[in-house]
C-alpha cells in the first residue's frame, strides 16, 4: 500500500529531479569515504586469510587472487557492504523521517495536498537503486587493490601471480549477480527504514526506536534475500 | 463555510467525537475550545483530512470533502493553509524557501513571482528581511509568524491554526491573535483556531465552539461566552478565583452599557 503511493508520479519533474540529485549525494557520495575504506582493508585481508591458510603444496600461489576476487565479487561487496550502509544510510532516513513525522512537517506536507510519501521516500528509492551498483563496483576494485597492496607489502606474492589468480576462470556473470544483489538491497534499505521513519508516532525517544528497528529490519530482510537470491541466480 | 456533519471518531476502543456536528463561517475567526483531550485537534485533523471520520461529513463550500479521493482531495486540500502548534517549518530550509515550498510544489509561478509573494507575506507578517533566516535561528513567535506566512502564501480560502499562541509570552500572542483576525478579515477567509489561550477567544473569537467529551457542548460568541450559565463552560473557562473575578466585573460592565 505505502509503495503504491510512493510511486506514484511526481507534482513536479523539476522538483523531482532536484531531490533525486541531493540524495543520490546523501546517500551514495558522502558514503564512498566509509565504503572506500572498508573495502580497501576487507580486500586486504581476505587476500592475507587466504595466503595465509594455504599450507597444501598442490594448491597454486594465484589460488590468493582468485579467492579475492571470488568472495568480493559474490558476497563482500554487495553483501557485507549493503549491512554496514544499512546501518549508515537506514538510521538516517528512519530518523530523517520520524523527525519529520513527529515534528508535524508530513502533516504539513499532506495539508498543501502535497504526496508527502511520493515527495519524500521515491527520490531516496530511486536514487539508491540508482548509485549502489556504482558503489559496489568501486568497492570491488578497491577490495582487489586492498588485496594487492597487503600481498606486496607482506611479501607473501607477487603481482603476475595475484593478476593471474585475479583473471583465472573468472565468470562475467558474478558481477552481474553483484549488481542484481546490490539494487534489491538498495530498495530494501531505503524502503524498510523509510517505513519505520514514516510511521514514527510519539516524539524523540521513538525516532531513536524506529532508527534501530529499521536497521534491524533491513539487515535481517538483506540477510533473507541474499539467501533466495543466491539460490536462484547461481544455483 | 466549513459544516462538520455527525461526526464519529474512534481510536480502537477509545470513541473521541460522538456525533458532532458544526459551522465554521466564512471571514470570521471560528474558535474550538476546550479542555484537554476531549478532541479538539482530533475534530480539526479530521476536517483537514489528516484524519478519517468513522461516519459524517465535513462540506468545504457544499464540497463533501469526505466523499472525495486523490486529486479532487488534493485540490481542496490546496485552498487550506495550516499554522501547526509547532508551526512545524521544515528545517533545512530557509524561510523564504519555506513560504515559497507550497507555490513551487503547486502553482506554475516564475521564481520571481514566488519571491514576490514570499515578501509579501513576509511584509504581513512584519518579517521583511528575514528571508535568508533558518529556522532555528528564529525564536517562537517568530516561526510562529512565519507558519503564518506560509499558510497564507497559496492565498488559502480556509486558515486553520492549532494552538497559534501556544509556547508565547502573552505579548507576543496578542500580536499573533491580531494577525490571524486581520488576515481573516482582509482576505475573507474561513478562520479556525484551536485555543486554550481565553485571552484570545475573548480577544478576537466571532464563533466559538466549545467541546466537551466529544460533542459540540455549547456555540456562541465573545460577548456570549461571558454571560453564560452553561456549568461546563464556566469551569472550563473560569477555572480560577481570578478568573471568576473578572466575569464579574465584565458582566457588570455589560449591563452598564446596555441601555
Redesign the interface.
Known amino acids: 500500500m505505502m509503495l503504491h503511493i510512493v510511486f506514484s508520479r511526481p ?2 519533474w523539476k ?1 523531482f529531479r532536484k531531490r533525486l540529485l541531493n540524495e543520490i549525494e546523501v546517500i551514495g557520495v558522502k558514503s564512498l569515504p566509509i565504503v572506500a575504506l572498508l573495502s580497501l582493508f576487507m580486500g586486504a585481508v581476505i587476500a592475507l586469510q587466504t595466503a595465509a591458510n594455504m599450507t597444501s603444496p598442490i594448491l597454486p600461489e594465484y589460488t590468493i587472487g582468485y579467492i579475492t576476487r571470488s568472495s568480493t565479487i559474490l558476497e563482500f561487496s554487495p553483501t557485507i557492504l549493503s549491512l554496514i550502509l544499512a546501518g549508515k544510510i537506514g538510521s538516517n532516513i528512519a530518523s530523517e523521517i520520524g523527525t519529520m513525522r513527529v ?3 508530513i ?2 506536507l ?6 508527502s510519501l511520493t ?1 519524500l521516500v521515491l527520490p531516496k528509492i530511486i536514487g539508491a537503486v540508482l548509485f549502489f551498483p556504482i558503489m559496489i563496483i568501486f568497492s570491488i576494485g578497491l577490495s582487489i587493490v586492498g588485496g594487492w597492496l597487503a600481498l606486496i607489502s607482506s611479501g607473501l606474492s607477487n603481482t603476475e601471480t595475484y593478476v593471474f589468480g585475479l583473471r583465472s576462470f573468472f565468470v562475467l556473470g558474478d558481477i552481474g549477480y553483484a549488481l542484481i544483489k546490490s539494487v534489491v538491497f538498495a530498495f530494501v534499505i531505503v524502503s524498510v527504514s523509510s517505513f519505520y521513519g514514516y510511521y514514527t508516532k510519539g516524539g524523540a525517544l521513538d525516532v531513536g526506536r524506529s532508527s534501530t528497528q529499521a536497521v534491524v529490519i533491513s539487515s535481517v530482510v538483506i540477510l533473507i534475500c541474499n539467501f533466495f537470491l543466491t539460490q536462484m541466480i547461481l544455483l | 463555510m466549513i459544516e462538520v456533519k455527525n461526526i464519529n471518531k474512534s481510536f480502537g476502543s477509545n470513541q473521541v467525537l460522538f456525533d458532532l456536528s458544526a459551522k465554521f463561517e466564512t471571514g470570521k475567526v471560528n474558535m474550538i475550545i476546550g479542555q484537554s483531550g476531549q478532541g479538539k485537534s482530533v475534530l480539526a485533523k479530521c476536517v483537514v483530512g489528516l484524519h478519517e471520520p468513522d461516519s459524517g461529513s465535513i462540506l468545504y463550500d457544499e464540497r463533501n470533502f469526505t466523499q472525495l479521493e486523490g486529486d479532487a482531495r488534493r485540490e481542496i486540500r490546496k485552498e487550506i493553509g495550516m499554522l501547526f502548534q509547532g508551526s512545524a517549518l521544515f528545517d533545512s530550509m530557509t524561510v523564504e524557501e519555506n513560504i515559497m515550498f507550497p507555490l513551487s510544489m503547486l502553482t506554475k509561478m516564475t521564481k520571481k513571482e514566488m519571491l514576490d509573494r514570499a515578501n509579501f507575506c513576509l511584509d504581513k507578517v512584519n518579517l521583511s528581511g528575514k528571508n535568508k533566516l533558518l529556522p532555528a535561528e528564529c525564536s517562537g513567535g517568530m516561526q510562529k509568524r512565519i507558519g503564518i506566512a506560509r499558510a497564507i502564501a497559496m492565498k488559502p480560502k480556509y486558515l486553520f491554526c492549532d494552538e497559534p499562541n501556544s509556547g508565547l509570552d502573552p505579548k507576543t500572542s496578542i500580536v499573533i491573535d491580531n494577525l490571524i483576525r486581520e488576515i481573516t478579515y482582509e482576505f475573507g477567509i474561513t478562520t479556525v483556531v484551536i485555543t486554550h489561550d481565553m485571552n484570545s477567544v475573548i480577544e478576537i473569537g466571532d464563533n466559538i465552539i466549545f467541546i466537551h467529551q466529544g460533542q459540540n457542548w455549547w456555540n456562541g460568541d465573545k460577548n456570549s461566552i461571558i454571560t453564560t450559565e452553561n456549568k461546563e463552560i464556566n469551569d472550563f473557562v473560569y477555572a480560577s478565583e481570578f478568573m471568576k473575578d473578572i466575569k464579574s466585573l465584565l458582566k457588570s460592565k455589560m449591563k452598564t452599557l446596555r441601555p
Do not use: F, H, L
Open positions: 507534482e513536479k522538483i515534528t508535524e512537517q502533516d504539513a499532506e495539508t498543501m495536498g502535497i504526496n515527495y
